[in-house]
């Protein structure tokens, strides 16, 4: 065999395997797509097949251990992107994706924002300590400098329970001196 001929079917053997790894990218791109799972033990990254027309590459299902409704508008618009995107019948749209996350869109859906001032005798409690109680759910935070507590989606605000955490407010010494 020749010096030529060798050089020839080289590169004809380079083309080819070219060819066949331009062809395995446009399928991963096309039919795979890549997700990062949260989960008790930290965040993982896992595959999945895609639906048609679904573009990117990259999706995130951020729920891991939590419950949907815990979620963040954020976190959620992630796990909503991902649902859109991965096919029925693979393993990880069964399990975020399930009845229990149409029942949390519908129930988003009929949420309204609120978030609220809290005030005492006129006075704005700005950077303040508070305890907000909804629906089952106990939320501590601190107002910002408006005086304005985290925005929480609920179908009447008047369902909202909030107070100052005076303990938090004043530091320890109120315990000391309840005693």
């Known amino acids: 065999m020749s010096k030529k001929n060798f050089y020839k079917h080289l590169v004809t053997l380079l083309c080819i395997i070219n060819i066949i790894l331009i062809g395995i990218i446009f399928f991963f791109h096309n039919e795979i797509g890549l997700v990062r799972v949260t989960t008790e033990f930290g965040t993982g990254y896992d595959f999945f097949y895609k639906k048609k027309d679904m573009h990117r590459i990259f999706y995130i299902e951020p729920v891991g251990e939590r ?48 978030s609220f001032i809290l005030t005492y005798n006129g006075e704005i409690y700005r950077n303040s300590p508070y305890i907000m109680q909804y629906d089952k759910k106990t939320i501590e935070g601190i107002t910002n400098d408006k005086g304005e507590t985290e925005t929480v989606y609920v179908s009447d605000k008047n369902d909202v329970h909030i107070e100052i955490d005076w303990d938090a407010y004043f530091g320890k010494e109120v315990d000391e001196y309840s005693k």
């Open 67 to 114: 419950d949907l409704d815990q979620l963040s508008d954020e976190a959620f618009n992630e796990l909503s992107e991902f649902c859109a995107a991965a096919k029925e019948d693979g393993r990880l749209y069964k399990t975020s994706c399930d009845s229990y996350f149409t029942k949390e869109v519908k129930r988003r859906a009929s949420l309204r924002p609120h």
